[in-house]
């Protein structure tokens, strides 16, 4: 059973820097069927994709949000990190780490539960 | 970007009806869409990929149809568990994009 799991601060200051740390645990992060997504949701919304990244090292950004992110994989940890700079409160929202299947599939497999980051001084 | 539309936003339908929803993609997707439901506080569930296929271990009474740039969403008879958002996705191009979500209720 693969399991994802979002961490992090919940309260960022305007401007700083939001991250958050996905740990994959049941699967390994360098399986090759899978690029890993952060996604997002604000209050009463609808979902936004932020961005993924492979096994490689090769990474996918939403072109509105492109000069902000930064996702990056830690293989030794299964982990994988979203930061996301200069954050106003738009970008508050909850988080939520995601594997996709890329494998004759393709669709979002494994979500982890979210996280609920807050953008306030 | 690929944008997806949904409509409608928000129905309200009684238990057993048959509810449809529908998602237009701003280009020619051919079937590179897949549904999910979302129910409050959890995170989305995959019910149909590549436009028509179930999941597997989704109740038959989901199904998805359409190619191109037009889908239907059905549910074939409305079960109070079915109460939940429900999200187009495309995965033809990146950005991946999410339509704006359809809340269906019990009437």
């Known amino acids: 059973q693969v399991q994802l799991q979002e961490s992090g601060p919940g309260l960022v200051k305007p401007s700083q820097t939001l991250s958050l740390t996905c740990t994959v645990s049941?699967?390994?992060?360098?399986?090759?069927?899978?690029?890993w997504s952060w996604i997002r949701q604000s209050a009463g919304k609808g979902l936004e994709w932020i961005g993924r990244i492979y096994t490689s090292g090769t990474t996918h950004y939403n072109p509105s949000l492109k000069s902000r992110v930064t996702i990056s994989v830690d293989m030794s940890n299964n982990q994988f990190s979203l930061k996301l700079g200069s954050v106003t409160a738009a970008d508050t929202a909850v988080y939520y780490c995601?594997?996709?299947?890329?494998?004759?599939?393709?669709?979002?497999?494994?979500w982890g539960q979210g996280t609920l980051v807050t953008v306030s001084s | 970007d690929i944008q997806m539309t949904q409509s409608p936003s928000s129905l309200s339908a009684s238990v057993g009806d048959r509810v449809t929803i529908t998602c237009q993609a701003s280009?020619?997707?051919?079937?590179?869409l897949n549904w999910y439901q979302q129910k409050p506080g959890r995170a989305p569930k995959l019910l149909i990929y590549d436009a028509s296929n179930l999941e597997t271990g989704v109740p038959s009474r989901f199904s998805g149809s359409g190619s191109g740039t037009d889908f239907t969403f059905s549910i074939s008879s409305l079960q109070p568990e079915d109460v939940a958002t429900y999200y187009c996705?495309?995965?033809?191009?990146?950005?991946?994009?999410f339509g704006g979500g359809a809340k269906v209720e019990i009437k």
């Open positions: 049941g699967d390994s992060i360098s399986n090759s069927r899978y690029y």
């Open positions: 995601a594997g996709e299947l890329v494998s004759y599939k393709y669709y979002f497999d494994y």
């Open positions: 280009q020619d997707i051919s079937n590179s």
């Open positions: 996705q495309q995965y033809d191009i990146v950005p991946l994009t």
